[in-house]
């Protein structure tokens, strides 16, 4: 049973561009979770995705991050005109159900480098 | 109030010594409390938790200590192994949600041989 899959690992944007940010979930899991960690700092909420629906994005930017979570396939987190500050570890979590007493488990993370 | 501070930033313990960081946190309704340990290039992984009507909470050579009047809790490492060498990361969240997590700034662990 693989883990929870990111794609990619690293991913160097220049300023202005999109970047496209994947995750697969642990076979059988439906819940997503989103966090960015910034350098030498501790990770931070970002959105919680259930399929086909946002549940929670009160840690998202307000402008130019959008999350999505399909029916089929990956969940996305896109972020369009790439700043400098959104140079960061972004990690997917996923759990069976959407429950604190469920352990949620982390993918190894994409290193977003905006130059 | 939704922070969650860890210390110290950065330790270096002698193999076999006892690794001990520190959280305080301030919402009163935060009810889980996990830590996680994290590897270079890896997600982070739970390593052990504890709700705040017990004290201790302790598996194999790990121990969470809760003080709830004083909103702290520990992490402590027994007999600290080079493999312990790893950030670490204390977390807080209300379990009545979902895996909403906020997490200390974390604390590097160096275990020398």
């Known amino acids: 049973n693989a883990g929870v899959m990111q794609n990619p690992r690293h991913l160097v944007r220049r300023r202005g561009q999109e970047a496209r940010l994947r995750c697969s979930p642990m076979?059988?899991?439906?819940?997503v979770y989103w966090y960015r960690q910034l350098p030498e700092e501790g990770l931070k909420f970002m959105v919680y995705?259930?399929?086909?629906?946002?549940?929670?994005e009160s840690g998202m930017p307000k402008e130019r991050f959008s999350a999505e979570f399909p029916k089929e396939g990956p969940s996305i987190l896109r972020i369009q005109q790439v700043v400098r500050g959104d140079s960061a570890a972004y990690f997917c979590?996923?759990?069976?159900?959407?429950?604190?007493?469920?352990?949620?488990?982390f993918g190894q993370g994409t290193r977003l480098t905006v130059v | 109030q939704q922070q969650v501070k860890q210390s110290p930033q950065s330790l270096i313990v002698q193999k076999g010594g006892i690794s001990i960081i520190n959280c305080a946190y301030e919402?009163?309704?935060?009810?889980?409390f996990p830590w996680y340990q994290q590897f270079p290039g890896k997600g982070p992984a739970l390593l052990i938790a504890?709700?705040?009507?017990?004290s201790e909470k302790k598996e194999g050579r790990f121990t969470i200590s809760f003080n709830k009047s004083a909103k702290q809790f520990s992490l402590h490492i027994m007999d600290s192994q080079p493999g312990d060498s790893a950030t670490y990361f204390c977390?807080?969240?209300?379990?009545?949600?979902?895996?909403?997590?906020?997490f200390g700034t974390g604390t590097r662990l160096l275990v020398s041989p």
């Open positions: 979590a996923s759990s069976p159900i959407g429950q604190m007493n469920t352990e949620a488990f």
């Open positions: 076979k059988g899991h439906s819940h």
């Open positions: 995705l259930q399929k086909e629906n946002i549940i929670d």
């Open positions: 919402n009163t309704a935060f009810d889980y």
């Open positions: 504890i709700r705040p009507d017990v």
């Open positions: 977390a807080a969240s209300i379990s009545t949600g979902f895996q909403k997590l906020v």
